[in-house]
């Protein structure tokens, strides 16, 4: 496919009721390639990415160009969503204990995803799913596979979720703060899991995450946001010489092993950065 695979140009959204924009005349594109959100709490990073799978049902989205592939997002009929999440446009949401159905088992709910978008019998769907938990490097599939939710790990729980959005081979990945809750050795696995996935198959991946140093180890570029803006972008290797007050504001505010003992800096808010636009 030529060109980008997402093309975002002044999105802005607003929760109904809401007196200001939650998000603010965001703008960016995502090729084949790894790209970071990050920022505080309440900056709007997981809204920027319920708004490109159209989740939002109580906020009003408006934007200059929202198109994905060869899509029109804001166009497109609830419909047509139907088609589009899912199936070409997936999210991994970030605690697998409120994303998952605690009254059905694990192998059910991946097997729905090829169910719902593939002319497949359910047979064929429990083979393709033991085949996507297997690929997440889950031990004895065919176990999971009839296990509640309750009744795995966390890490395990967050393979699962990212076995049910990859099992329909999607062109774009939404990841929201998928590694939070791990631990680290997990973390590092289902990184690997997804870094394999834009290398091998040539997806665009969009990480949502509070985790600077995560982005800047695993991601290609960054957009850093605050209070609904983007502020600054950056290639990741270039973190360390962003120029933004908000973003070195956020470097020099993380804990280093072997640092200094001194008080972490505070973030000296300024009120020109929510009117600013990112260049």
Known sequence: MQGPILDV?????????????????????????????????????????????????????????????DADLLALSEREMLKVRGRRMSMILQDPKFSLNPIRR????????????????????????????????????????????????????????????????PDLVIADEPTSALDVTVRLQV??????????????????????????NFCDRVLIMYAGRVVETLDARDMDAARHPYTRGLLAAQPRIGGSRAPLAVLDRRPEWQEEMAP
Do not use: W
Not at 203 to 216: A, C, E, F, K, P
């Open 9 to 69: 140009k002044n999105l802005s959204i607003r929760y109904h009721g809401a007196s200001a924009d939650a998000v603010r005349k965001v703008s960016f594109t995502l090729g084949r390639e790894r790209l970071g959100i990050v920022g505080e709490s309440g900056s709007g990073k997981s809204t920027v990415g319920r708004a490109l799978l159209r989740l939002l049902p109580g906020a009003t989205i408006t934007a200059d160009t929202l198109r994905f592939e």
């Open 106 to 169: 694990v192998g059910q709910q991946v097997a729905e995803t090829c169910l719902r978008h593939f002319p497949v019998s359910r047979a064929e769907a429990r083979v393709k799913t033991l085949e996507m938990l297997a690929a997440v490097k889950i031990r004895d599939p065919e176990r999971v596979h009839d296990l509640y939710p309750h009744e795995i790990s966390g890490g395990m729980g967050q393979r699962v979720m990212i076995a049910m959005m990859l099992l329909a081979d």
């Open 191 to 216: 990184l690997n899991i997804l870094d394999a996935l834009v290398r091998d198959r040539g997806i665009g991946l969009i990480m949502i995450s509070h985790d600077l140093n995560l982005v800047r």
